[in-house]
């Protein structure tokens, strides 16, 4: 099971956006194959063949998502913190009460596909599931939802105190830059090659700019703006302070 620290705040908030994007997307299909196994199980119950495979697909969808959301995989971190595990571990159980409806419903099918006849006692009590399981899933997808939200903040402004440290040494960096090509216009011919130096300086501060575009990693957000702000103003600072 992957911990927190496996979870996107250390990676870019792009990459924290698509991770969300893939949790709740998973959970939409969750909360849809719920209802779907419940009314397949039903028709089947009643002879319709094409529901029992239509079911018993959606099941082994159900089942494979859970195993996904709660123990993670390539692309998913699992449950990643302390609150997820105890909603699916602790008292309120998630976890068993899911695989409880994946196993019953499984049992079911497999008597229906061995020509056996559900009851309607065994059908009515998957059926009396359907809206507790529903309620559940979707307690289940706030509490990702609150977890994810903390860690994009927690990232955000990891982030934005990296681009921040960034644009403050471009800022130092300019102004050495800008100081030492007055001192080499000063020095005339002499300073040619302080002045070769000094143009390295600046294509450095340049590579630092674009390092910092990338760590913020937002594409014309409000908090991209406010790195760009920020180098902007560092650069007007380096500015005044070689006129002066």
Do not use: W
């Amino acid at each position: 099971m992957a911990s927190r620290n496996d979870s996107c705040a250390d990676r870019p908030i792009d990459s924290c956006t698509r991770r969300s994007g893939t949790f709740f997307a998973r959970f939409g299909r969750q909360r849809m194959l719920s209802q779907r196994i419940v009314l397949h199980v039903l028709l089947a119950s009643r002879g319709d063949d094409t529901a029992l495979d239509v079911a018993k697909q959606s099941v082994a969808m159900f089942a494979n998502a859970h195993d996904d959301l709660v123990d993670g995989n390539e692309q998913l971190p699992g449950a990643f913190s302390e609150a997820l595990r105890q909603l699916y571990f602790g008292t309120r159980r998630a976890d068993e009460h899911v695989r409880r409806f994946i196993t019953h419903t499984s049992k079911m099918l497999a008597r229906l596909e061995s020509d056996s006849t559900a009851t309607d006692e065994q059908v009515d009590a998957l059926v009396r599931q359907a809206t507790p399981l529903l309620e559940l899933l979707q307690q289940i997808t706030l509490a990702y939802q609150n977890e994810m939200r903390g860690i994009e903040s927690e990232a955000l402004k990891r982030q934005v105190s990296i681009a921040e440290q960034l644009g403050s040494i471009s800022m130092q960096a300019n102004i050495v830059a800008l100081n030492a090509r007055i001192a080499a216009a000063r020095a005339g011919s002499y300073g040619r090659e302080f002045a070769v130096i000094t143009t390295v300086l600046a294509d450095i501060i340049k590579e630092m700019d674009q390092l910092m575009f990338r760590v913020i990693g937002t594409r014309g957000t409000a908090d991209a703006s406010l790195g760009r702000s920020a180098m902007a103003y560092g650069r007007r600072a380096s500015v005044g302070s070689a006129r002066r």
